[in-house]
């Protein structure tokens, strides 16, 4: 199916280990974003990319790791989890040519415990 | 500090009424604002958006309005109805920024019927 998904959907991990939240979009959208999304806070911007090969850091990237090598995947690593990090984690994208307007994926529901 | 400001958690309405969801930016770089709408264990969809060139834009029961000079923005729905409930989350971005989009907290709706 076209479109932007995530997996996995829930997720739960102890502290310090490494876990990694895929994301993969059919639109050959050349932005994709990482948000998380916390009470009070919102939707907060963790790591941007405009393309391939080309990623920077949003607000609060401490902790995360990306990589994009192919356009249409954009895969989340944390590299020791920590209680901070449970999360509801949304990837999404958007193009250019439709200004900013970006699609998300549904979500994946981190816990560290 | 918060960019973008959705200062009211929770807003409840009757069924039919109007229901005005407000949200206040303080960077004047920010042309371009969006409402995006969540259900729970959803990924937020999005629903209307402004260009700063413009105060009022209307998609049938939605419209958003945008008085640059107060720096504020507000969506209207009229009627509301119990599908209206959700979380509302207000967004902005510029050009100069890229297409990354800057999120309040969010406000839940809630429409009684």
């Known amino acids: 199916d076209a479109g932007i998904t995530q997996s996995p959907r829930y997720k739960i991990t102890e502290t310090g280990r490494q876990v990694t939240l895929m994301c993969h979009q059919t639109w050959s959208h050349s932005y994709m974003f990482w948000y998380r999304q916390d009470l009070g806070h919102g939707l907060r911007l963790i790591y941007y990319?405009?393309?391939?090969?080309?990623?920077d850091k949003g607000e609060v990237p401490d902790g995360y790791v990306v990589s994009r090598s192919k356009t249409e995947n954009f895969p989340l690593t944390l590299e020791s989890a920590t209680r901070s990090q449970t999360s509801v984690y949304f990837c999404?994208?958007?193009?250019?040519?439709?200004?900013?307007?970006?699609?998300f994926g549904q979500g994946t529901r981190l816990t560290v415990v | 500090d918060q960019q973008v400001k959705q200062n009211s958690p929770s807003l409840s309405v009757q069924e039919g009424r109007i229901s005005i969801l407000n949200c206040d930016y303080t960077?004047?770089?920010?042309?371009?604002f969006l409402w995006y709408k969540k259900y729970p264990a959803e990924g937020p969809t999005f629903l209307i958006s402004i260009s700063s060139i413009k105060d009022k834009n209307e998609d049938g029961r939605f419209t958003v309005f945008l008085n640059k000079s107060a720096k504020h923005l507000s969506l209207h729905i009229v009627p509301s109805q119990p599908g209206d409930s959700a979380v509302y989350f207000c967004?902005?971005?510029?050009?100069?920024?890229?297409?990354?989009?800057?999120f309040g907290a969010g406000t839940i709706l809630r429409v009684k019927s």
């Open positions: 960077n004047s770089m920010f042309d371009y």
């Open positions: 999404a994208s958007s193009d250019p040519g439709q200004g900013t307007r970006a699609f």
């Open positions: 990319s405009a393309a391939a090969d080309i990623t």
């Open positions: 967004a902005a971005s510029s050009m100069e920024y890229g297409n990354k989009l800057v």
